[in-house]
């Protein structure tokens, strides 16, 4: 079945610092990956969609200059929370597409800014 | 803009019991709709995948249905066991395959 991976699966920084979370498409080539937040006992709110290749589309209300989305290969997404701060402390969670199948979703990365 | 309502929020039946997780979406213009499970702090189990032109599907002790015209579907879990304690969500897609999640079902059971 259809794998994605996400690296780290938690990471705790300093706040102003910025961190990286990568997702992978194990095995298959996902033209369109997406980024989902996810806060204490709330549910998966979609932040973006990263389409290869091209620039990522944002949802209303989320900062594009905060949270960059690079979707260099159509394998790997990465998205970079700049300058964090402990209010960008969340669960962040992404998906990939293959084709017009359903989506398969990582294993998610906690983010905990101090 | 669509939205995606999970009633009840919270839920909690003594082991062996049936039950069923109401979900409801305000556009039925869906392509089609998904229920996951969630464990704490971890990420989303597939449950069912249902597409736009099915009525239901079923594995195991579950079964989920879908009435696309009034925005509506269930999932049915029989025989519940306290593994099957965790959070329900539902989520659904367009045309455009982005998932809208819906507010989640936190199940207890109790041994």
């Known amino acids: 079945g259809a794998v994605v991976s996400q690296h780290p699966s938690w990471v705790i920084c300093k706040s102003g610092t910025s961190v990286k979370i990568e997702c992978r498409s194990l095995?298959?080539?996902?033209?369109?990956m997406f980024w989902y937040r996810q806060f204490p006992k709330q549910s998966l709110m979609l932040m973006a969609t990263?389409?290869?290749?091209?620039?990522?589309?944002?949802e209303q209300g989320v900062e594009k200059d905060k949270f960059l989305i690079n979707h260099a290969s159509l394998t790997l997404s990465t998205l970079t929370v700049t300058s964090a701060h402990p209010e960008d402390s969340s669960f962040y969670i992404c998906?990939?597409?293959?084709?017009?199948?359903?989506?398969?979703f990582g294993p998610g990365t906690r983010l905990l800014v101090l | 803009k669509q939205e995606v309502t999970q009633i009840p929020a919270a839920l909690s039946v003594p082991e062996g019991e049936n039950l069923v997780l109401n979900c409801s979406f305000t556009?039925?213009?869906?392509?089609?709709l998904q229920w996951f499970r969630q464990d704490p702090g971890k990420g989303l189990t597939s449950l069912l995948l249902?597409?736009?032109?099915?009525r239901e599907q079923t594995s195991g002790r579950l079964n989920a249905s879908l009435d696309k015209s009034s925005g509506r579907s269930t999932l049915y879990i029989a025989a519940s066991q306290p593994g099957d304690s965790a959070t329900y969500l539902c989520?659904?897609?367009?045309?455009?395959?982005?998932?809208?999640f819906g507010t989640g079902t936190r199940l207890k059971v109790l041994a």
């Open positions: 998906s990939a597409n293959r084709g017009s199948e359903t989506q398969y």
């Open positions: 989520a659904v897609t367009s045309g455009t395959y982005k998932y809208i």
């Open positions: 990263s389409n290869e290749g091209s620039k990522a589309t944002y």
């Open positions: 556009d039925s213009a869906i392509y089609n």
């Open positions: 095995d298959f080539q996902a033209t369109t």
């Open positions: 249902i597409q736009s032109s099915q």
